[in-house]
């Protein structure tokens, strides 16, 4: 059963070395991210699964110990998903030396130093149809007896005239919707999620966050939202669930 979840950007910038000369601008956010991790922890999990929007071959499965990099965004950093060791490929899981795609890079440096439980990491494909969604997040929440999610994604990329998608009226209360259903734990508002408006909009969450809202069913948790932030133009959202 799903006895927590973090809900935290996917973007590299939450990543000092990445954001540079602009790192500052971001503390705020990088702190809520930190006490959302903190949440986890204190949640006492079995075993905490971490989701993030990738593009192919970053889907599907990857385990503890998977490595990422954030050479593609100009920066010689690696991180390691976890403290284990990098996992060996298997002729059951020939995909098991992956790299991490971006948005499980970035949770991995959130997640450096945790200790409170195994982990494994699932990379989602951002047209993954609604009942997909809940069908996966009800499987994750089915592997152990306390399972704790740490849920990647960003909301609109439209919400102003410098956004990476340019400025599209109906972003603001696209990402307004979202974060109402993350601070209510609303289930059924997120799963409405219009997945082809996200797609328009550019909002890399969409289907991580159907993913929780299947993990979630029958959980009976209160949402907190603890950040919530358009600084270059993309929602950004930190919320927890318990």
Do not use: N
């Amino acid at each position: 059963m799903l006895v927590a979840a973090a809900v935290c950007p996917s973007a590299p910038l939450l990543v000092p070395e990445v954001a540079a000369g602009a790192a500052a601008e971001l503390d705020a956010l990088r702190a809520a991210c930190a006490d959302a991790v903190g949440v986890l922890a204190a949640s006492r999990p079995d075993r905490l699964v971490v989701i993030g929007p990738a593009e192919q071959p970053g889907r599907g499965r990857h385990h503890e110990g998977a490595r990422g990099s954030f050479r593609e965004f100009g920066v010689d950093l690696d991180v390691r998903l976890g403290s284990g060791p990098a996992p060996e490929a298997s002729a059951q899981d020939t995909g098991a030396d992956r790299p991490l795609p971006p948005s499980l890079a970035v949770a991995a440096w959130l997640l450096r130093g945790w200790a409170a439980a195994p982990l494994e990491a699932l990379g989602v494909g951002e047209q993954l149809e609604q009942d997909r969604c809940a069908a996966t997040g009800a499987m994750i929440a089915g592997t152990a007896d306390r399972v704790a999610l740490l849920v990647m994604g960003d909301g609109s990329a439209c919400r102003t005239l410098k956004a990476p998608g340019y400025l599209d009226e109906r972003a603001e209360p696209f990402d307004a919707s979202v974060a109402a259903a993350l601070a209510a734990a609303d289930l059924g508002a997120l799963a409405a999620l219009d997945a082809e408006l996200a797609q328009e909009l550019q909002a890399a969450g969409r289907a991580t966050w159907q993913v929780l809202a299947g993990a979630a069913q029958g959980a009976g948790l209160a949402g907190q939202l603890l950040h919530e932030d358009a600084p270059y133009g993309v929602g950004y959202f930190v919320a927890t669930w318990t």
